[in-house]
């Protein structure tokens, strides 16, 4: 029955997350743009120094875009036009409206995360030498940036204003990751690998550009997985925390 209502509530959202145009600009375009001038500029600059950084940018450019902006302006649209309060009088439990309404966001996520790491190896000829390190970062980083969108609603009245409300995470990820990237040459400490930007500068960067066996990698990876399991359990603590399913004022 719950896997019934989830996915009757999962397709319908798809649907209308693609109508709204707002909504499918910033979880679809925006990324692919970002990534296309990241590609762009990496192809004159990167090959000596390895597609690590730029696949982290580009990584976290679709976390905070298509995880965190979408998530936070979907939900806020939903909640304002009752329809969440609509389907809290059927027979679906809370968890599982809530999931059915976010999950289209998280596979969008997902789908846009494996895109990046296609659009390197197909524009730029470069694989990941431990891909399942950049698998761990696509999956934590969508739970972290899908958390705290949900959490950003309970901080805006109308969609517009979640999306912006939103955007300083992105803000965040980027600007934390830029500061790792500065440092990178000379190795990453244990602060860095424990902001969101910094543990995919530093997983993204082994999975490019480390040289080293999968064992040897996941060694030194698992400072910046533990920041990315932190990260995740803040996102979800956050939206269970500040999620609002009543419309502001």
């Known amino acids: 029955m719950t896997m019934r209502f989830w996915s009757a509530i999962a397709a319908t959202e798809l649907r209308l997350l693609f109508r709204n145009t707002t909504v499918a600009v910033s979880a679809l375009l925006m990324p692919l743009v970002i990534a296309v001038m990241f590609l762009v500029s990496g192809l004159q600059d990167t090959p000596s120094a390895g597609w690590g950084f ?136 244990l602060v860095h690998q424990l902001t969101p930007g910094g543990a995919v500068v530093q997983l993204a960067w082994l999975s490019y550009n480390s040289g080293t066996s999968f064992s040897e990698a996941l060694t030194e990876a698992l400072p910046a997985l533990g920041g990315m399991v932190a990260w995740a359990i803040v996102g979800v603590a956050a939206a269970r925390r500040y999620f609002r399913w009543e419309p502001r004022a």
Do not use: H
């Open 54 to 189: 730029p696949a982290a940018l580009m990584l976290l450019t679709v976390f905070g875009m298509s995880g965190c902006i979408t998530a936070a302006g979907t939900l806020t649209y939903r909640r304002d036009e009752l329809y969440l309060k609509r389907l809290r009088c059927s027979q679906a439990s809370d968890p599982t409206i809530l999931a059915g309404v976010v999950t289209p966001v998280a596979a969008v996520t997902l789908v846009q995360g494996v895109l990046m790491l296609v659009i390197i190896a197909v524009g730029a000829s470069s694989v990941p030498a431990n891909p399942l390190l950049l698998l761990a970062v696509i999956v934590l980083g969508t739970v972290m940036s899908v958390g705290l969108g949900v959490a950003t609603t309970g901080f805006a009245s109308s969609g517009e204003q979640a999306q912006t409300v939103a955007t300083p995470v992105f803000f965040v990820l980027i600007g934390t990751a830029i500061w790792a990237g500065m440092n990178l040459a000379d190795g990453l400490d």
